[in-house]
C-alpha cells in the first residue's frame, strides 16, 4: 500500500503537490475558523436571546416590586409570558402548550433553557445547548423574593427564530471559507507555477546541452534566490566536468602520440630481429632498441596510471612534521642518485614550533614524488660544481617548498610549457629520456592540495621552482 502510494505520489509534479497541499491545509483551516465562528455567532445570538427575554421580564419584576397585589399588564402580541405568585396560582400567560406544560410540572429551572416539542428541558444554561431541530422554544425562569414567598416571571422565544438568523449566516460562511479555500489553491498553482518557472528552463537548457554539447550554461535567474544558487553551482559543476572531460581528451591525444613512436620503433626493432641473415651482434643490438622501446612504454604508462590516480585521489591531511621528514629523506634519496656529485645537494627546512601539528591537504607520499621529480629534473642538468638548493619552511599557515639549481637553466620556449603533459625540451626528446611527465603529474599534486606552483627560469644561470601549500586544519591549541 505504502509502495502504490509512493508511486502515484511520484507521478505528480512539485507545484501540484505543492498546491495540494497548500489547499488541503487552507481547507482544514477553513474548517476550523468555521467551527469557531459558528460558535461564537450561536453564542452572541443566545446572548441577545436571553437579553430580550429579561426585557421582556422586566416590566412584570418591577410591577411585582412595587404593587404585587394589582393586575398585571398584557404582553404585548409577540411575547410569550408567565408570571406566577407565591401560591403557584398563574396569574397571566401567553406561553405556548409545551412551556405551560413544563412549567405545571416543575420540570424549568431557574435561568435560561430550551423546552422541545415533547415538554422536557435540555437543561439549564446561560450559554446555550445544542439543538436538535428548529421547533421548541428557548425559556428563561427568573425567580423573584418577595415577603409573601417567591414569584415565577417566565419568558419565552421560538427557537426558530435564531435559526432563521443561523441558516443564512451559516450558509454564508460555508460559501465564504470555500471560495478562500479555493483561492488559495489557484494562489498556491499561480505561484508554484511561477516560481518553477526558472526550473523549467534550467531543464530545458540541459536537455539540449544533452542533444547538442557545446559551451552554453544553465541560465541563472536575476534574483538570488535558492534556484539561482542551484543554477550557479551546477554550473561550476558544468565547467568541471567539460574540464575534465577536456584534459581526458588531451590525455589520451597526447598520449597517443607518445605511445606511437616507442611502439613504432619497438615493432622495427623486432622485425629486424626476425629478418635473415642477421650477424649476432646486429641482433644484439635490436633486442637492445627493443629493449630500450619496451622500458619507455613502460615508464609512460606507469607516470600516466600515477598522474590519473593523483587527479582521482582524495587527499588526506598530513601534519607539517610528517612531511618536513618526507622531504629530509627525498633529499637523501637524491643525494644517493647524485653518486659522484657529494655535496651537490643542501637542504635548509624551518619549521615553526606552533606550526608541527598542523595539517595540509597532502599525503606524505606525493609531497616525496614531487621532490624526487623535481631533484630528478636538476641532477639531469647538473655538473661538477653545479649546486642544488632545497628549502621547506613550515608555518601556521602554509608549508613553502623551494628547489632551485644552478645547472643552466630551460631554453626559454620550453619555460612556459614545463608543467603541460609530455611537455619536453628538444634536447632530451632527442636523447629519449624521460616521459615528459614528471613536472605535469609534481603540478596534479599540487593543484590537488590546493597549492600554487611558479617556476623562475634563469637562462644560462639555473631554475627556481616555488611551491605553497595552504594550511587545511589549523595547529590545535593547548590548554594550559
Known sequence: MTSTHHRLLGRVGIGTRIAGGSFLIALVLCVLAGLLLNTRVEEILRANTESVLASEAAPYAEAIRTEPGESFD?????QHVAVVDPAGKVRISTLDADVSRSLRAGDLDPGTQEVRGSGTSTGASTSG????????????????????????IVAARPIAEEAAVLTPMRALLIASLTIIACAVLLASLLLTS??????????????????????????????????????RTLNELIGKLRASAQRERQLVSDASHELRTPLAMLRTRLELARAEPRSFDELQDDIAGAERSAVRLTSLVDSLLLLSSIEAADPSATTAADLEEEVREAVDRAVFRAGDLP?????????????????????????????????SNALKVSSDGDRIDVECHTSSEALTLIVSDTGGGMPE???????????????SRAQ??????????VAAIVDRAHGTID??????????????????EAPAVESE
Open 74 to 78: 398584557k404582553p404585548g402580541p409577540s
Open 129 to 152: 445547548a445544542t439543538k436538535n431541530a428548529d421547533s421548541g422554544s428557548i425559556v428563561r425562569l427568573q425567580m423573584l423574593h418577595s415577603a409573601d414567598g417567591d414569584w415565577q
Open 194 to 231: 511561477a516560481s518553477l518557472r526558472p526550473v523549467r528552463r534550467i531543464r530545458q537548457t540541459a536537455e539540449r546541452l544533452i542533444d547538442t554539447p557545446s559551451e552554453e550554461t544553465l541560465p541563472v535567474g536575476t534574483v538570488d534566490d535558492e534556484i539561482s544558487q542551484l543554477a
Open 343 to 375: 655535496g651537490a645537494i643542501d637542504i635548509n627546512d624551518d619549521i615553526s614550533l606552533e606550526a608541527r601539528t598542523a595539517r595540509f591537504a597532502l599525503r606524505t607520499h606525493d609531497l616525496g614524488r614531487v621532490v624526487d621529480n623535481l631533484l
Open 413 to 427: 620556449d620550453f619555460a612556459d610549457r614545463a608543467f603541460d603533459r609530455f611537455s619536453q625540451s628538444d634536447e
Open 432 to 441: 629519449a629520456t624521460g616521459t615528459g611527465l614528471g613536472l605535469a603529474i
Open 455 to 472: 617556476l623562475v627560469n634563469r637562462p644560462g644561470s639555473g631554475v627556481t621552482v616555488l611551491i605553497v601549500i595552504p594550511i587545511a
